[in-house]
């Protein structure tokens, strides 16, 4: 049975799908069988894996939109082994209006997911959009965990408490399994001293809720996502993917507690 | 005094505040302050299934004392005694807190309210009305009709 774990922060750039698409591959480099979920209207996550989003018959939107048509329908392979993805598609960016008037219109993505897609994978992973609508409270009814990608600075924070909010929310009223498995600070300078000095309070006040790992900032993330690869296949040596890997190692002994 | 000094400003008490809701949220998945009751509730509810499991007749007698005592229906029979996946690790002993959250999620797991909800919807739709139609006809409002609709599942399948 798979773990699901949405990848959300209404604050835009911090790293969701950089994350996202990192932590896939690191985990499927791991031996784990990995589905990413490509919830963001924006469509970076696809883009990156060379998917075309606009030349697709079905997509993720009519999968939520039709309980007939089933989500193992529309899974693309990658290039990589273990690694497989929903895409995004283009008419999400019409989902609030579309979905809202739906009975049920925030379990629609937990419906979809069958057992035996669970079966299929290891670990489904959503990168969530940047807003705390619809699609972001689907990725959370359909998840067991959250991780939440924030850069050690006070416009993260506010982000946070807003959150929390919505999380709060969605466990009690949808998901009561929903856990938060940790806050991953992102785009760490350790050259700034607001952000040791940051991390230095967060790691005391956000105690276990916080991951040990920490994602500095590294200019080859982002030459990897300009050349549509992750970090690992773009320069397995850099900084970047040693973090990522030390990441997925922190989410699998995670899991593998709380089974 | 240079402005510097105080680089991350009023960012202490949000981080503060956001730490507090972050450890009640664990807290709230594992309430540490109720060791004691949630223990014991825990014992109970670990024996309740194990004596359920293991004496099919007293699971029998309870099922029967909630249908008044009506003739003996072999709806539940042929159930598989519930027997819960969960087992007690070495490493559990010493987090209690761990191991009563991971138990509490295997028995939210085995029937939560979502799949409840979703099973009775499956039913709904895949069951003809003519069964319905039955119920209506020979069933009274009250338990009984809780009683034919057991039969018309057990038909059913």
């Known amino acids: 049975m798979s773990t699901t774990v949405s990848i959300v922060n209404q604050k835009g750039g911090v790293g969701k799908t950089t994350s996202t698409h990192n932590l896939g591959y690191a985990l499927s480099e791991k031996g784990k069988k990995v589905l990413l979920i490509d919830l963001d209207p924006q469509m970076n996550l696809s883009t990156t894996m060379g998917i075309d989003c606009y030349a697709q018959t079905n997509t993720i939107f009519d999968v939520l939109k039709d309980k007939g048509l089933p989500l193992g329908s529309i899974i693309k392979e990658t290039s990589h082994k273990n690694l497989d993805i929903i895409p995004a598609a283009f008419e999400l960016t019409g989902a609030e209006l579309e979905f809202a008037r739906k009975i049920n219109s925030a379990s629609l993505l937990s419906r979809s997911i069958s057992n035996s897609l669970k079966d299929d994978y290891d670990f489904i992973l959503i990168d969530c959009p940047p807003s705390l609508g619809i699609l972001t409270i689907n990725a959370l009814s359909a998840s067991d965990y959250v991780i939440i990608p924030m850069q050690p600075e006070v416009y993260g924070l506010y982000g946070i408490e807003m959150l929390l909010s919505t999380y709060e929310e969605v466990q009690e009223e949808i998901n009561g399994n929903l856990e938060i498995m940790g806050v991953l600070i992102t785009m760490h300078d350790a050259r700034l001293s607001l952000h040791k000095e940051m991390t230095e309070k967060i790691n005391e006040y956000f105690k276990k809720k916080v991951f040990k790992t920490i994602i500095k900032t590294n200019t080859t993330l982002k030459e990897a996502q300009s050349n549509n690869q992750t970090v690992f296949e773009y320069d397995g040596r850099a900084r970047g993917a040693k973090n990522y890997m030390s990441l997925a190692e922190e989410v699998i002994k995670y899991v593998e507690k709380e089974e | ?157």
């Open chain 2, 1 to 157: 005094m240079s402005k510097k000094k105080n680089r991350t400003g009023n960012s202490g008490d949000l981080i503060k505040n956001i730490g507090e809701r972050l450890s009640g949220e664990k807290e709230n998945n594992s309430p540490r302050d109720n060791k004691n009751t949630v223990e014991d509730e825990e014992k109970d509810k670990s024996n309740d299934i194990e004596k359920e499991s293991s004496d099919p007749d007293n699971r029998e007698d309870k099922f029967k004392s909630k249908e008044n005592n009506t003739p003996q229906d072999k709806w539940n029979d042929k159930q598989e005694p519930y027997r819960s996946s969960f087992i007690i690790k070495p490493d559990m002993e010493d987090n209690f807190d761990n191991c009563k959250k991971i138990f509490r999620k295997q028995l939210r797991m085995n029937l939560s309210k979502q799949n409840a909800i979703e099973l009775g919807w499956l039913l709904l739709k895949n069951l003809d009305d003519k069964y319905f139609e039955e119920v209506k006809a020979t069933s009274s409002p009250d338990d009984d009709l809780i009683k034919e609709l057991k039969k018309v599942i057990n038909e059913y399948f």
